[in-house]
C-alpha cells in the first residue's frame, strides 16, 4: 500500500505544471490552463495505469481516479472564489495596505468592478473590439464549451 493515493501525486503533478506554464503565459485564462493541466495529468495517468501497465480496474484505482477529480474540483474552486470574490479581493488589497472606506467604495464601485474584469478579458485576448462593440474571441467561446461541459459533467447547473 502507498503512503499516499496516487491521486494526491498526480494533483501535485497538475498543481506544478499549472504554476510553471502560468507563470509562462501570462495571457492564458488561468482556470482553464488548470483544467488542461488536469487533465492532462490525468488523463495521461489513467491511460499509463491502464494501458502500459496492465493494471486490473479495483477499488483502489477508483478511488484514486475519483480523489484527483475531487481534488481538482476543490482546487478549482477556491480559485474561482478567490479571483472572482468581492470579499477576498478586499481582504488581499487591505492585507497589503489599509484602505478608507471612500477609497473601497470608489475601487469596489460596480462600474470599477465591471472595468476591472472587462480589462482582465481584453487582456487576456478573450474580448476583442469588433466595429465599436465587445464581442467574445474565439477562445472565449471554446472556453464557454469547456465550462458547460465540465457544469454537465458534475451536474452544476447554470
Same mark, same amino acid.
Given at each position: =500500500?502507498?503512503? !499516499?493515493?496516487?491521486?494526491?501525486?498526480?494533483?501535485?503533478?497538475? +498543481?506544478?505544471?499549472?504554476?510553471? +506554464?502560468?507563470?509562462? !503565459?501570462?495571457?492564458?485564462?488561468?482556470?482553464?490552463?488548470?483544467?488542461?493541466?488536469?487533465?492532462?495529468?490525468g488523463?495521461?495517468?489513467?491511460?499509463?495505469?491502464?494501458?502500459l501497465?496492465?493494471a486490473?480496474?479495483?477499488?483502489?484505482?477508483?478511488?484514486d481516479?475519483? +480523489?484527483?477529480?475531487? #481534488?481538482?474540483?476543490?482546487y478549482?474552486? !477556491? %480559485? =474561482?472564489?478567490s479571483?472572482?470574490?468581492?470579499?477576498a479581493? #478586499?481582504?488581499?488589497? =487591505?492585507? *497589503?495596505?489599509? %484602505?478608507?472606506?471612500?477609497?473601497?467604495e470608489?475601487?469596489?464601485?460596480?462600474?470599477? =468592478?465591471? *472595468?476591472?474584469?472587462?480589462?482582465?478579458?481584453?487582456?487576456?485576448?478573450?474580448?476583442?473590439?469588433?466595429?465599436?462593440q465587445?464581442?467574445?474571441?474565439?477562445?472565449?467561446?471554446?472556453?464557454?464549451? #469547456?465550462?458547460?461541459?465540465?457544469?454537465?459533467f458534475?451536474g452544476?447547473?447554470?
Amino acid at each position: =500500500m502507498t503512503v !499516499l493515493p496516487d491521486a494526491i501525486w498526480m494533483f501535485a503533478a497538475s +498543481l506544478v505544471l499549472h504554476v510553471g +506554464l502560468a507563470r509562462v !503565459l501570462t495571457r492564458v485564462n488561468r482556470l482553464l490552463l488548470f483544467v488542461a493541466c488536469g487533465a492532462t495529468v490525468g488523463g495521461s495517468w489513467i491511460a499509463c495505469q491502464l494501458l502500459l501497465a496492465g493494471a486490473p480496474v479495483d477499488i483502489t484505482f477508483l478511488r484514486d481516479v475519483l +480523489l484527483f477529480v475531487c #481534488i481538482c474540483e476543490f482546487y478549482i474552486i !477556491l %480559485m =474561482m472564489f478567490s479571483l472572482a470574490s468581492v470579499s477576498a479581493s #478586499i481582504v488581499h488589497r =487591505m492585507h *497589503r495596505e489599509p %484602505m478608507t472606506e471612500a477609497q473601497m467604495e470608489a475601487e469596489y464601485s460596480s462600474e470599477e =468592478m465591471v *472595468r476591472s474584469r472587462l480589462e482582465r478579458l481584453v487582456n487576456t485576448g478573450y474580448v476583442i473590439e469588433t466595429d465599436g462593440q465587445l464581442v467574445l474571441a474565439d477562445k472565449a467561446h471554446r472556453s464557454v464549451r #469547456i465550462f458547460d461541459f465540465v457544469r454537465a459533467f458534475f451536474g452544476h447547473g447554470r
